[in-house]
Nanobody, 124 residues
Framework: QVQLVESGGGLVQAGDSLRLSCAASGRAFSSYAMGWFRQAPGKEREFVAAISGNGGTTYYANSVKGRFTISRDNAKNTVYLQMNSLKPEDTAVYYC?????????????????WGQGTQVTVSS
């Protein structure tokens, strides 16, 4: 398994941008599909974006498509989430997660490693 640490969260205004990073330790990072999820207070954890091990395939939730971009640098064992045009409804704790396969990428139960989360707050 890999250990994951997120960073880059913060308090921003609507329309601003943030880039989240998720650093992985452990072996064979490129063999893992990676996902970003978020959880707002009182709500279930929801899928945001996912990327294949080689970075060639990406998926997004409809709510973030066109505003968020997931990418990865396997040489740095890091996955990113570039968030543009942020909205107050994007406010949540954001988690990165690792899975051995991209199949079922929307299902958090299929991810085997999780970071501790980073808070993103978007004010109106």
């Amino acid at each position: 398994q890999v250990q994951l640490v997120e960073s880059g969260g913060g308090l921003v205004q609507a329309g601003d941008s943030l880039r989240l990073s998720c650093a992985a330790s452990g072996r064979a990072f490129s063999s893992y599909a990676m996902g970003w999820f978020r959880q707002a207070p009182g709500k279930e954890r929801e899928f945001v974006a996912a990327i294949s091990g080689n970075g060639g395939t990406t998926y997004y939730a409809n709510s973030v498509k066109g505003r968020f971009t997931i990418s990865r640098d396997n040489a740095k064992n890091t996955v990113y989430l570039q968030m543009n045009s942020l909205k107050p409804e994007d406010t949540a704790v954001y988690y990165c997660a690792a899975s051995r396969a991209l199949i079922g990428y929307r299902n958090p139960n299929l991810y085997t490693s999780w970071g501790q989360g980073t808070q993103v707050t978007v004010s109106s």
